[in-house]
């Protein structure tokens, strides 16, 4: 999460605007308003300064975003070491591995510096300092404005503010937008792109759980794993080079090992992703019945064909892990999530809202003129949803589905060059240098057979629930010529394609033609899914005018009629922090879940040979012998998992969990099921973030790894 101005416990209004004190993502523009007392009253023993100061070391200095908001870190060392997720690394861990060298599978841990693995592509981000530019973004802004000429005027602002920006050149600006267009700050990063591999657990403790834990209380996952940071020898951000040296941050988190107790104060801080809080009733069913209902339907079939791949080999697991990761932790989010829904009554809430924000625009005429038609125009946008259903279904089927149609449309810009092959001569021997590069990669975790299951399936899924106008040619050509046998056609253009081996490609960007380009089945078939998908994003346009102008005068009324400081923006991947408590909860009916998990529970769920539960002999072995040591709870146990009503969301992934004196105790890694809501409805009673406790972190590293030289780089305290 991220701050700047932070410290708060201020009253959130979500769906009924009832205050929560652990509900809230809060900016830190929001520094002035906070009320420090009540999280003093918590247990914090904190300053705003000590969170975030421009001038001084503070804790914001020891967060990192990670690949510009994908995952949070934290600093744990003067030398540059931090600490994510397990998941949040995964790609990187499979990235090294192979079937001589399964790191998934077995772990890593570098036994010096120089055995650290570097990480092409991998960067991580700094926040150095945050301003609030609303005033300079929306100066010559008026409401009569219409959408176009309104956004035409803050891009054109947005680019002034940015180019009068006086930043080191070693630093970079983003400007984003908050409250639905409402509000504009400007945040200042430092980015470092030298990120080495340093440790990761074997699977059977990073992963442990698999897809059936995930999203699930009690946990036992040790779902972390660590990096370092270098930079050039004169301590600035630079590219990967044997001569640079580990970063010396301006501050490192302290690692606890005194533990907690239930009801202590914690303190979450990272970068959480997207939640959409503050979403009409209209919104929400769109929701549940487009974007989840979607990703539900096209991911299951997706990921059957992936995991009947996967279980041919050790070589297929390796390749397809982390797309199935990826793929597998939404697909269940999103049954999760319309259940909440559901089960919450959700809309009926949403809609008692709206009626309150109706009544309270009808009591006088500066308002009617003002807000009057903002729900009108939300409401008319979710009443035609053809072309949005459409666009939603192109992506999961097509861009997210299988992965040779984005392969060849990357070869789009190649095709206009041949177009004049002899005028853009070194230009295609450039890009054809890049795409072999390119290339390279993607071949080294792809399976053409199980793509070409994967075109089969998920072609069929697109035409049978999108109208024939958003259907790309080559259904037609399916319907047709193939008589409906979807696995027919994917034979047929795997077969003839160039992007189906490495070999054939190679031979192509070697004398790249466009002829040759223009007849691959692929390709047209790429280019045939881009045309449909501009086609319905170009006719969905005045729906998505009428709702960015509808929830903008929505959200700018919500903020009116009941105080600025009762709100928090929604997450866009900027530095957010919460507040909350550590405790246990009651998921349904006589069932209470403890606020902890222990080794032993580990050990309970182990099921010998199996890939999400097996447990290696050696853990047993240190169970039954209790070999915890300094890592032990005061009555001798070894704690793996707590959970805390912090408010996150993904992005949060990796985040540090603190206590109340500023000192390391967590990794945030997860949601509870019976809260998927969360992102949309925050659930008080039932929200749970699900947290890696530090002691078991340093246990497996130290005791379990015997990688005790991480350890030491660290600052322990009791």
Known sequence: MKIRNLILLVPALLLAFSAQADEGMWLPSLLNKVNIEKMREMGAQLTPDDIYNINQSSLKDAVISLNGGSCTGELVSDQGLFLTNHHCGYGQIQQHSTEDNNYLRDGFWAPTKADELPNQGMFVSFLVRVDDVTDQVLDNVTHEMDEETRNDSIQNAIARVRNNAEVDSTHHISIKSFYRGNQYLMLEYETYRDVRLVGAPPHFIGKFGGDTDNWMWPRHTGDFSMFRIYTAPDGTPAEFSEENIPLEPRHHFPVSLKGYTENDFSMVMGYPGSTNRYLTSGGVKFTMDIVNQTRIDVRKAKLDIIRAYMATSDKATIQYASKHARSS?????????????????????????????????????????KYGEALNLIEEAYSDTEDDKALYYLSEAFLRGPEIFLLAYRYKNLNELLDDAKENEEAIKSAASNLKESAEKFFKD?????????????????????????????????????????????????????????????????????????????????????????????????????????????????????????????????????????????????????????????????????????????????????????????????????????????????????????????????????????????????????????????????????????????????
């Open 329 to 369: 932790n939404y697909y269940k989010y999103s049954i999760g999530q319309n259940r909440g829904l559901e089960r919450l009554e959700v809309i009926a809430q949403k809609k008692k809202v709206e009626e309150d924000f109706q009544n309270w625009i009808s009591q006088n005429e500066d308002r009617r003129e």
């Open 446 to 718: 792809y399976n053409a057979a199980t793509d070409e299951k994967i075109a089969a399936a998920l072609s069929e899924i697109y035409a049978k629930n999108i109208s024939e106008k958003y259907h790309p040619e080559f259904i037609s050509t399916i319907t047709g010529r193939y008589n409906n046998d979807y696995e027919k056609w994917a034979e047929k253009i795997f077969k003839k394609s160039i992007f189906t081996n490495q070999e054939s490609l190679f031979d192509f960007l070697e004398k790249p033609k466009r002829r040759k380009l223009e007849k691959d089945p692929v390709f047209v078939a790429a280019k045939e899914i881009m045309e449909v998908r501009q086609q319905a994003s170009d006719n969905n346009e005045p729906e998505k005018t009428k709702l960015d102008r509808g929830y903008r005068l929505f959200l700018d009324g919500l903020l009116a009629m009941n105080g600025e400081e009762n709100y928090y923006p929604d997450a866009n991947s900027t530095m957010r922090l919460t507040n909350g408590t550590i405790s246990g909860y009651e998921p349904r009916d006589a069932v209470y879940y403890n606020y902890y998990t222990t080794l032993d529970g580990y050990i309970e769920k182990a099921i010998p040979g199996d890939r999400e539960f097996d447990v290696w002999p050696r853990m047993k072995e240190l169970h039954a012998n209790k070999e915890f040591g300094q890592y032990a709870d005061k009555n001798g146990a070894l704690r793996t998992c707590f959970i805390s009503n912090n408010d996150i969301t993904g992005g949060n992934s990796g985040s540090p969990v603190i206590n109340g004196e500023g000192h390391l105790i967590g990794i945030a890694f997860d949601g509870n099921w019976e809260a998927m809501s969360g992102d949309i409805a925050f659930e008080p009673e039932l929200q749970k973030c699900i947290n890696v406790d530090i002691r078991y972190v340093l246990w497996v590293i130290d005791t379990f790894a015997g990688a005790t030289h991480l350890v030491d780089e660290m600052t322990l305290v009791e």
